[in-house]
């Protein structure tokens, strides 16, 4: 394949050996386990760990989620690690209302399973967010009992149950043979050198559909929280069955929640990482889901995305331009004419050091949050 490097990327932290082999995750422990193994509480992280994971604990957690729902969770010295942890992540979590935070009552485990049976409720304007037994319900009009929205056609069509089924039996893949999309696993690999400067950070996997990115990211042990996040009921449902389908994925770092991109329910710089994979076109408004990622990376954190640019021979097509606007107001796609138009998105809210990588109508973009 041969792909086009646009820009240069600048003040990336060389990934030591141990990183670079980190993309095997055979080969690489979780982020959680290897994060800790520097630190003075080593002995006590490990055996958590395990106990976490052990089949016992998955029981006893189970039998209790319904009375563990009333125990408030409290940050104390001396709290074990894991609670810690658990207390930190949970932190990057807010409102989406006011952006205020939210107080957890709940399993303090993080995790597929866990977070969604917890309740939480803001702090400043009180209101209370649930889950299902798939995800963690965190947009404005979750818990709703008469109001409803409608999306754009372009966001719509994905809440479809039978578009969830189809979209990794074949939806995704026709991304390649129409628009030089190289596939998850090696568009995976090309995101990995923008991520480095984040590795051990938290990531969100913002639009991630049925999640083949979010497993990728959970799998690869390369981060210390990964949120799959999306608007779409469906697709949450779809990417936990695969979740819960495939053995070797870390769930104990790894959450599915359901949120609007332009009302993302996340502390202002918060997060180290956001990934978009085919999703900027489908949003009802790009600069609106980007103005929001500014928002909660942290300083020198990093966005990553693709989408397809619609040039070359395609820009002859007659009346593209001012046809695009009306394709736009009817589907609620945003059809991107040049790689400018994507570099003027990113810096007009707010993020640097844009860079661009091509193949055919395919495009990866990333920037960075300023520090
Ligand atoms: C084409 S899929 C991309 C999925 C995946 N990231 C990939 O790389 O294949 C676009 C996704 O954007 C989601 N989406 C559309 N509007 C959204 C919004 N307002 N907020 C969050 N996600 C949205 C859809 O539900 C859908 O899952």
Redesign the pocket.
Known sequence: MNMRIKNKRRGTTPLSETQMAAGSPSLVPPVASRLTSSTPTRGLFKPLSLMLKSPLYRTFATNNRASSATATVETRPGTNLSENEANGKKQVLACPICHDMLIWNGDPVFSVDSTPMSSLKCSTCRKAYSGNETHLDLTLTSGSQKYSEY?PA??EI??SPLVSFL?ERGW?QAFSIWGGFPG?EREFEMMKDYLKPVIGGSII?????SG??SRLFAKSGLFSLVVA????ES?LKQCYDYIKQEENIFQENLILVR????RLPFASSSIDAVH????LH???SPSA?VAEISRILRPGGVFVA?TYIVDGPYSLIPFLSPLRQNIGQISGSHIYLSERELKDLCSTCGLVDYTCVRNRRFVMISARKPN
């Open positions: 999306r372009s966001s994905f809440r979209y995704r998850p996997d913002a639009s991630c559909a083949l990115f996040l999306d608007f779409s697709m949120a609007d991109i332009a978009a994979g085919a999703a489908c949003w009802p889901g693709t």
